[in-house]
């Protein structure tokens, strides 16, 4: 066969593509005849594609090119680690300087006791981790009965067996025997779908006093942690009432549970401070990473661990590991992206600048006559399309179907904003400058009135 190059027409690109890539997360049947698109180079916030459309890039890829695109710094990195130690592991008392450097790295940006790190090569596997370690910590403090991990509806903590179980998508559980064992969810703070008549503070303190039904329920000789996103990304950026995470927090504390904060979204700046925790004031005793921690140029995760846990495991030997744990190539990569997040102070473009920019002009997209309520914290946002703003409407259309319009008409306006559901989600690089924050509100705005009319023509304006 001849090389395949990004020269060739794009269609026969996507005829090679259908015949052997098997898409995730995609009916790829649907796709084969469709035709995916193809991306070929990106530089900053912009994607071009195989027909030289320039995009801009509204969810940093898929959450994660915090630093943006075109960084040459993290290919000159990947290239000498390569050439000096492309890999090896981190298993049979050996370590490498990359895996050594990393883990201080990240000890040092992590708030108060969480000073371990135990290495993953995605979110996934990372909260494969986290379900072995704290039931293993459990075990080891004398309490192997404390199995259960409470986590929410609507979360989303991976796609493996066990972070899959985690998650709280019925639509994975539907595939493939999820969840595992002793996997218990409760409601999420998700207001505006849920809230009903309540004020957002109390509907937040209800559903954080869940988890306490749920402790009290299951019986707190039962519960070894609770696991939760600081921010729900996946589910539609659900931002919680402010009411929510004080709660939560004070539960943990008050009975024997441990926090697992999924911060493989949130953490590396996503939210204005370097964790979502930090955001939302909490105190995990386990954080999951991924994504930022490289801004997506090398697949590399991991578990921030307390010290008293890191303590208890440290104890016995933790049956447990990934050949790619540490990767020295990931691990170097994800350094020098670090490097340049601290020296060119991109968590703090995001709070003095990006941030309180994108938010105001973000929250102005109230005005449309199909946005409800805009949420947004940092630099992930959503809005909520509605046939009926004050009654908090959901349309009597199938869920998804109007945002999948509106999908479709943001990447024919070379925009990438992605919807879950009927909610129209944002999660832009974090060094994005505002006059491309400009660019990104035009192009919403665009396919928001083109959306609108295409919904008038379909007659799908109508309340369920
Ligand atoms: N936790 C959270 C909070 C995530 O958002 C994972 C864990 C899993 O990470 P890996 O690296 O195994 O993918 C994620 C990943 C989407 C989408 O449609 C989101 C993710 C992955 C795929 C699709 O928004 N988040």
Same mark, same amino acid.
């Given at each position: ?341 601290? =020296?060119?102070? $991109? %968590? +703090?473009?995001?709070?003095?600048? #990006?941030?309180?920019?994108? !938010? /105001?002009?973000?929250? @102005? ?7 409800? =309520?805009?949420? $947004? %914290? +940092?630099?992930?946002?959503?809005? #909520?399309?509605?046939?009926? !703003? /004050?009654?908090?409407? @959901? ?70």
């Amino acid at each position: 066969m001849n090389a395949i190059t990004n020269h060739m027409p794009t269609a026969e690109l996507q005829a090679l593509d259908a015949a052997h890539h098997m898409h995730p997360f995609t009916a790829n049947g649907e796709l084969a005849q469709k035709g995916a698109r193809i991306i070929t180079r990106a530089n900053g916030v912009t994607l071009t594609d195989s027909e030289g459309n320039q995009i801009l890039d509204a969810m940093a890829g898929l959450w994660c090119v915090n630093i943006g695109y075109g960084r040459d710094e993290l290919a000159d990195v990947a290239a000498r680690q390569m050439r000096e130690l492309p890999y090896y592991n981190t298993f049979f008392q050996t370590t490498h300087v990359p895996a050594i450097a990393l883990a201080n790295k990240i000890a040092e940006l992590a708030p108060g006791d969480l000073n371990h790190v135990f290495f993953a090569g995605s979110g996934s596997e990372a909260n494969d981790t986290n379900i072995r370690m704290v039931r293993h910590y459990w075990a080891l403090k004398g309490k192997p009965t404390k199995s259960i991990i409470i986590s929410r509806k609507n979360a989303y903590h991976g796609s493996s067996v066990g972070s899959g179980s985690l998650g709280g998508m019925s639509a994975m559980h539907e595939q493939g025997g999820l969840p595992i064992p002793d996997i218990h969810h409760i409601n999420q703070p998700h207001w505006w779908a849920e809230g009903g008549d309540m004020s957002p503070e109390d509907f937040g303190l209800q559903r954080a006093q869940e988890l306490e039904q749920a402790i009290l329920e299951l019986g707190e000789d039962r519960v070894a942690a609770f696991i939760a996103e600081p921010v729900q990304g996946a589910g539609g950026v659900i931002v919680p009432p402010a009411t929510y995470w004080p709660e939560i927090q004070r539960i943990c504390d008050k009975y024997e549970i441990l926090l697992i904060a999924d911060e493989v979204i949130c953490g590396f700046g996503r939210t204005g401070n370097w964790f979502g925790s930090q955001t939302m004031g909490i105190r995990p005793d386990i954080m999951t990473i991924a994504k930022g921690l490289s801004s997506g140029y090398a697949p590399i995760g991991g578990s921030i661990v307390s010290d008293e846990v890191a303590a208890v495991i440290a104890g016995d030997e933790f049956n447990h590991g990934y050949t790619y744990s540490g990767h020295p190539v990931s691990s170097a990569v994800a350094l020098e992206n670090l490097r340049i997040l601290e =020296e060119e102070n $991109i %968590v +703090g473009h995001v709070q003095d600048v #990006a941030a309180p920019y994108l !938010k /105001e002009k973000w929250e @102005a997209l109230t005005d449309h006559p199909l946005v409800g =309520e805009a949420k $947004i %914290v +940092g630099m992930m946002g959503s809005i #909520a399309l509605t046939p009926n !703003k /004050e009654a908090r409407a @959901a349309f009597a259309a199938p869920a998804g179907t109007v945002g999948y319009i509106c999908r479709e008409r943001c990447f024919a306006n070379n925009l990438v904003m992605r919807h879950v559901g009927d909610r129209m989600i944002i999660s832009p690089p974090l060094v994005i400058k505002p006059e491309e924050i400009d660019t990104l509100i035009e192009r919403a705005r665009l396919s928001l009135d083109e959306c609108y009319a295409a919904l008038k023509e379909q007659d799908l304006l109508h309340s369920a």
